[in-house]
């Protein structure tokens, strides 16, 4: 089991910036993907962006420029830079952790991020 701890959601005006971050605890491979999602009412879950250990990434088309994930030096954590926010970005956002080794996907509980003025 792997359980994912999320902090860093909240309100923010238009324009503003927020860091969610996320530490993975348990039975955590070193060699791991770990990334966000968003998901809006009555909406399926998508992809934010993701990040392995390689340091290659992957974003949806909708936050390029504006968001930037990271990894810390410990292979439990994952970090998302959220700039130039808009309403749209209103959503709840989780985080995702999964690896080959032991062919295992979480999920977090997930945070709330709401942009509004």
């Known amino acids: 089991q792997v359980q994912l701890v999320e902090s860093g959601g909240g309100l923010v005006q238009p324009g503003g910036s927020l860091r969610l971050s996320c530490t993975a605890s348990?039975?955590?491979?070193?060699?791991?993907?770990m990334g966000w999602y968003r998901q809006y009412p009555e909406k399926q879950r998508e992809l934010v962006a993701t990040?392995?250990?390689?340091?290659?990434?992957n974003y949806a088309d909708s936050v390029k420029g504006r968001f930037a994930i990271s990894r810390g030096n410990a292979a439990n954590t994952v970090y998302l830079q959220m700039n130039s926010l808009s309403p749209e970005d209103t959503a709840v956002y989780s985080c995702?952790?999964?690896?080959?080794?032991?062919?295992?996907?979480?999920w977090g509980q997930g945070t709330q991020v709401t942009v509004s003025s």
């Open positions: 348990g039975r955590v491979f070193w060699i791991n993907t």
């Open positions: 995702h952790y999964s690896d080959r080794r032991y062919s295992q996907q979480y």
């Open positions: 990040m392995d250990r390689t340091g290659s990434t």
